[in-house]
């Protein structure tokens, strides 16, 4: 790789991870304003983002791609998405920010029982460190106060929004598994598949919006989820969107254009990076973006007249450290089974062993049996004895003498 390979490496997982940023940012300054119908404007917005995919070039045409069969995983896509975005809306980006690291343990049982893949001792074990880490940020909290109207409305739309986004990483995960086989099976390019489950997101919601529907989500305990109640009750939409509050320097419109440009440049640097970095670079990256954005909503978004829910607490803290720890540990184990893997591939056979897919070299014990037991042993002496009382006879092949036993092992 060539210093400008590597400078266009460097800067593509730079823009990758500031647009990771702006993707958890700004829907919390959409949470913070105000905006009507949030989870239906954000969703918007991302399929416009996955729309971007156009502009990443590829080999294959697209008079050549089979286009309608991106209408399945395009289903997929939405599903996780609206449980994603409205679980954001509810508990805000930074719960999302941790949990969605959960996806790597949807990814490794999906992966046990459909795919029928194992994964290494010490796989499981980042797994284990990261459900552990996981644990930490959904326990719920006893308080002995009593507590107000307001503070029970906001800890039910935590709950809410935590079971949301823990059921839309699942499906993201399962989402992941769907794509691989449509691009595998189809040949359908990545950027053009990712192009393609925009246009079909945007077109099923303005299918539904035409005949008077929105994604269903939950606003201020209430359910939106006909088409009037994408417009705030005043009745002016540009009002809404020029909505900002006294210490925000965003109104609803250019935090939700911002979140569009931070989705955009997400997707097309993830999609020029394809093939280009490691797992373990990968794993690094999503490391950061959580503990970057822990701490980055810590310092911008807690403060007087905002959320309490973003400032820093012990088990914010200590749960973003425990799922950092796991989703490294996991990684750098992904990463060497793979390459003991590839190091099995190019090693010559073994003769009595096999390996597991995925795991640790195992022992037939069949074969050993058969070539190791003790009355082998003494047919061996017994031939030796032979041999050495018809010394003075003229030689002759061996019938079953240790020359067959060293080719038997």
Same mark, same amino acid.
Request: proline share 5%.
């Given at each position: ?93 930074? !719960? ?50 009593? !507590? ?24 993201h995960s399962m989402t992941n598994v769907v794509n691989e086989y449509y691009i595998t099976k189809w040949g359908i390019p990545p950027p053009k598949l990712c192009c393609l489950i925009g246009c079909c997101s945007l077109t099923i919601w303005l299918s539904a919006f035409g005949i008077g529907y929105i994604i269903p989500e939950i606003q201020k305990e209430k359910w939106l989820y006909l088409r009037s109640d994408f ?123 096999? !390996? ?54």
């Amino acid at each position: 790789m060539g210093m400008s390979d590597e400078s266009f490496v460097i800067g593509m997982m730079s823009l990758l991870f500031l647009s990771s940023m702006g993707e958890s940012y700004f829907p919390d300054m959409l949470g913070i304003i105000g905006l009507q119908a949030q989870t239906n404007w954000m969703f918007l917005a991302d399929a416009l983002g996955n729309m971007s995919g156009v502009l990443v070039p590829t080999e294959k045409p697209w008079k050549e791609v089979p286009c309608l069969k991106a209408f399945v995983p395009a289903l997929c896509d939405m599903s996780s998405k609206i449980f994603l975005l409205g679980g954001i809306a509810l508990a805000g980006a930074q !719960v999302k920010s941790i949990l969605y690291n959960s996806c790597i343990v949807w990814s490794a049982l999906l992966s046990r029982v459909i795919l029928n893949k194992f994964l290494t001792v010490y796989q499981w074990f980042g797994v284990a460190v990261l459900i552990g880490g996981l644990l930490v940020k959904i326990k719920l909290k006893g308080s002995n106060k009593a !507590v107000s109207a307001e503070d029970e409305a906001a800890a039910s739309d935590m709950i809410w929004g935590t079971s949301s986004i823990l059921l839309g990483c699942a499906l993201h995960s399962m989402t992941n598994v769907v794509n691989e086989y449509y691009i595998t099976k189809w040949g359908i390019p990545p950027p053009k598949l990712c192009c393609l489950i925009g246009c079909c997101s945007l077109t099923i919601w303005l299918s539904a919006f035409g005949i008077g529907y929105i994604i269903p989500e939950i606003q201020k305990e209430k359910w939106l989820y006909l088409r009037s109640d994408f417009f705030p009750a005043s009745g002016s939409l540009w009002a809404e969107l020029s909505k900002s509050q006294p210490d925000v320097m965003y109104t609803n419109f250019t935090a939700w254009l911002c979140f569009f440009f931070s989705s955009s440049l997400h997707a097309l640097a993830y999609y020029f990076l394809l093939g280009s970095i490691g797992n373990v670079s990968l794993g690094v990256m999503k490391g950061l973006t959580t503990v970057g954005y822990v701490a980055m909503s810590a310092v911008l978004l807690c403060g007087e007249g905002k959320a309490e829910k973003y400032c820093m607490s012990w088990p914010t803290g200590i749960s973003s450290a425990i799922v950092v720890l796991g989703v490294l540990l996991y990684t750098l184990a992904t990463a060497d089974a793979k390459k003991r893997a590839e190091q099995r591939t190019l090693a010559p056979p073994s003769h009595g062993s096999f !390996v597991e897919d995925g795991g640790l070299p195992l022992t037939d014990n069949r074969q050993e049996g058969s070539m190791m037991e003790l009355p082998e042993r003494k047919s061996t002496d017994a031939e030796n004895a032979a041999a050495a009382s018809t010394s003075t006879s003229p030689p002759e092949a061996p019938e079953g003498g240790a020359a067959s036993g060293e080719s038997q092992v």
